[in-house]
């Protein structure tokens, strides 16, 4: 494993994904400081050295919310050396890290599995409901504040009137807008009893909207351990595409998730998955960022893999969709964008149930809808980028 302060040129890539990294919003790469404090969160033997680094690396700033996540686990790591850690106070900033809303989580997954069961709704789990159950010691190492779930399309209509039934009021208060969100949307959230978050997805994510190869596969292929979660290939591939994102909490935590799967279920992934996703979705950018990264803080990537994804060639348009979401874009850029990322254009060959919407047309309550096949994919995209980049 390379225990060293990390810096982009450690990382095996092209210059054009470097520069990529170099846009990014702060958090998404580890670089330097991070690198501490994702070696403490995931080397236990290493814990006590590596987060004293990253006190010191960081006595000139403090903690955002993104790194507050990881310090859970780092505790945990530290076990009897935590007396000798310093900047102790850190362990007790979060407010969702306690065992205390873990068990409200488990609680209300335990309950909302019986009555999908009862029900006959097929779903999934994914994301860190997965991530907290399958992989770490202790499901409150992985702080989260709500729970992520797929169910397949056809099974929302089922969905809401379960949630009607039950008394769930949508999370963002939007009424009647809501209840559509099937037609306009990618998920609808609710909050269910105790108070806690319920965020059902019926894609796996934007890039894979309606297209059944990934949500067949994804349902058909459960985790090993329960099949009421999502494998690890997809998780890792997620990780990536979720994770690298800027966010307004620094998204620091998808590297110590992806290297928890490498470490932990790293035999079970199918790579030739991950390369048949990665290019039917246009994810090049994400996988080869992703995995240069987890090379540089683990040994347990086999070789062959680097080498094919560092081989995988990355279009101009791929490049700059990665950039636009790595770094934070302005609203012209933003608005641009959402005509690129249109799922009608990105479907890599045909489209079985999908829209175009910009900000403007969500806004307005409009949303156009497309059925059979495009002959003309990113071409939308590739007329308007190159003007939106002016404005960023």
Same mark, same amino acid.
């Given at each position: +494993?390379?225990? +060293?302060? !990390? #810096?982009?040129?450690?990382? *095996?890539?092209?210059?054009?994904?470097?520069?990529? !990294?170099?846009?990014?919003?702060?958090?998404?790469?580890?670089?330097?400081?991070?690198?501490?404090?994702?070696?403490?969160?995931?080397?236990? $033997? %290493?814990?006590?050295?590596?987060?004293?680094?990253?006190?010191?690396?960081?006595? =000139?700033?403090?903690?955002?919310?993104?790194?507050?996540?990881?310090?859970?686990?780092?505790?945990?790591?530290?076990?009897?050396?935590?007396?000798?850690?310093?900047?102790?106070?850190?362990?007790?900033?979060?407010?969702?890290?306690?065992?205390?809303?873990?068990?409200?989580?488990?609680?209300?997954?335990?309950?909302?599995?019986?009555?999908?069961?009862?029900?006959?709704?097929?779903?999934?789990? $994914?994301?860190?409901?997965?991530?907290?159950?399958?992989?770490?010691?202790? /499901?409150?190492?992985?702080?989260?504040? %709500?729970?992520?779930?797929?169910? &397949?399309?056809?099974?929302?209509?089922?969905?809401?009137?379960?949630?009607?039934?039950?008394?769930? $009021?949508?999370?963002?208060?939007?009424?009647?807008?809501?209840?559509?969100?099937?037609?306009?949307? #990618?998920?609808?959230?609710?909050?269910?009893?105790?108070?806690? /978050?319920?965020?059902?997805?019926?894609?796996?994510?934007?890039?894979?909207?309606?297209?059944?190869?990934?949500?067949?596969?994804?349902?058909?292929?459960?985790?090993?351990?329960? $099949?009421?979660?999502?494998?690890?290939?997809?998780?890792?591939?997620?990780?990536?595409?979720?994770?690298?994102?800027?966010?307004?909490?620094?998204?620091?935590?998808?590297?110590?998730?992806?290297?928890?799967?490498?470490?932990?279920?790293?035999?079970?992934?199918?790579?030739?998955?991950?390369?048949?996703?990665?290019?039917? =979705?246009?994810?090049?950018?994400?996988?080869?960022?992703?995995?240069?990264?987890?090379?540089?803080?683990?040994?347990?990537?086999?070789?062959?893999?680097?080498?094919?994804?560092?081989? +995988?060639?990355?279009?101009?348009?791929?490049?700059?969709?990665?950039?636009?979401?790595?770094?934070?874009?302005?609203?012209?850029?933003?608005?641009?964008? *959402?005509?690129?990322?249109?799922?009608?254009?990105?479907? &890599?060959?045909?489209?079985?149930?999908?829209?175009?919407?910009?900000?403007?047309?969500?806004?307005?309550?409009? *949303?156009?809808?497309?059925?059979?096949?495009?002959?003309?994919?990113?071409?939308?995209?590739?007329?308007?980028?190159?003007?939106?980049?002016?404005?960023?």
């Amino acid at each position: +494993m390379v225990n +060293m302060p !990390l #810096s982009d040129e450690v990382f *095996s890539m092209p210059k054009e994904l470097k520069q990529i !990294l170099h846009g990014a919003k702060s958090g998404v790469i580890p670089c330097r400081r991070l690198s501490h404090l994702v070696h403490a969160a995931t080397n236990k $033997t %290493d814990a006590l050295d590596e987060w004293n680094a990253y006190a010191y690396e960081s006595r =000139y700033t403090f903690p955002d919310a993104g790194e507050i996540r990881l310090f859970p686990i780092v505790a945990y790591h530290l076990g009897d050396q935590l007396h000798q850690a310093d900047n102790q106070s850190w362990f007790n900033l979060s407010t969702d890290c306690d065992e205390t809303h873990s068990t409200k989580l488990r609680e209300a997954q335990t309950s909302v599995e019986v009555l999908l069961h009862d029900a006959g709704i097929p779903f999934m789990w $994914t994301k860190g409901t997965a991530l907290a159950n399958e992989l770490y010691p202790k /499901h409150h190492l992985r702080p989260s504040s %709500d729970l992520d779930a797929l169910v &397949p399309w056809e099974s929302l209509a089922a969905l809401e009137d379960l949630a009607a039934k039950r008394g769930w $009021t949508y999370k963002l208060g939007q009424g009647v807008v809501a209840r559509n969100a099937r037609y306009h949307g #990618s998920e609808m959230s609710w909050e269910i009893d105790g108070g806690i /978050h319920l965020d059902v997805c019926w894609m796996p994510r934007l890039p894979f909207t309606f297209d059944p190869l990934a949500m067949n596969w994804i349902f058909e292929q459960g985790g090993s351990q329960d $099949t009421s979660y999502a494998n690890p290939t997809w998780l890792l591939l997620e990780a990536f595409e979720h994770g690298l994102c800027a966010n307004v909490v620094s998204p620091i935590r998808w590297v110590v998730d992806a290297l928890w799967l490498i470490n932990q279920r790293g035999a079970e992934i199918d790579w030739q998955m991950f390369f048949t996703l990665t290019e039917r =979705y246009q994810l090049h950018c994400f996988s080869k960022i992703g995995l240069a990264i987890l090379d540089a803080f683990t040994d347990k990537i086999p070789k062959d893999v680097v080498r094919a994804i560092e081989a +995988m060639p990355v279009s101009a348009l791929q490049r700059d969709e990665c950039l636009m979401r790595v770094a934070t874009p302005s609203n012209a850029t933003e608005y641009f964008a *959402s005509l690129k990322y249109n799922r009608a254009l990105r479907a &890599p060959k045909a489209i079985y149930a999908t829209k175009i919407t910009s900000p403007l047309a969500r806004h307005a309550g409009l *949303s156009w809808r497309l059925r059979g096949k495009i002959g003309f994919r990113n071409l939308h995209a590739r007329l308007i980028w190159p003007v939106s980049r002016h404005f960023n």
